[in-house]
């Protein structure tokens, strides 16, 4: 009986020593706040509950979550780490193709298509300089392929 009652009292210590020496949620949180800054992770914050860093905010993108994340499991005394609350930036829209820089690429792709090297293809305001050394029998496909993009002009320098 004495074994069971000294056996139920040790533990019971054990327990209220394990209670009394764990950090608590603000500690968690301090320093869970602290690793990140530490880790130079921006974009992220962190609020704790009994022991779950739960993270929210905005960051570039799944790469930086996923180091905010690695860095507050290293924290000891964290439990666990839900990051739902992490959004990634939206990746900027690129400008649109100018159509300068579409007219001379349909014309390379329509000179590539017909093995035609050596010209080199120039638009501003939808004027087309074509300049160059090509074969003199492989001009009009030249010309031809630089007319079927619809230019405002087409200047042919070529062989000058």
Do not use: H, W
């Not at 020593?17 to 764990?22: L, N």
């Not at 501003?124 to 230019?151: H, R, Y």
């Amino acid at each position: 009986m004495k074994l069971k009652v000294y056996m139920v009292l040790t533990l019971s210590i054990a327990l209220f020593m394990a209670a009394c020496g764990g950090k608590s949620d603000a500690d968690l949180q301090k320093a869970a706040n602290d690793k990140l800054t530490a880790d130079q992770i921006t974009g992220v914050t962190v609020a704790v509950k009994d022991g779950v860093a739960n993270l929210t905010g905005e960051v570039a993108d799944v790469t930086v979550k996923s180091r905010a994340e690695t860095s507050i499991r290293s924290v000891e005394g964290i439990k666990s780490v839900t990051s739902a609350g992490v959004t990634t930036k939206p990746l900027a829209t690129p400008p649109p193709v100018s159509a300068d820089r579409m007219l001379e690429g349909t014309i390379n792709e329509s000179l590539r298509k017909k093995g035609i090297t050596g010209v080199t293809v120039a638009a501003v305001n939808g004027e087309v300089t074509l300049t160059g050394t090509v074969d003199k029998a492989k001009i009009p496909e030249v010309m031809m392929a630089a007319n079927e993009a619809k230019p405002a002009k087409v200047v042919n320098n070529l062989n000058k």
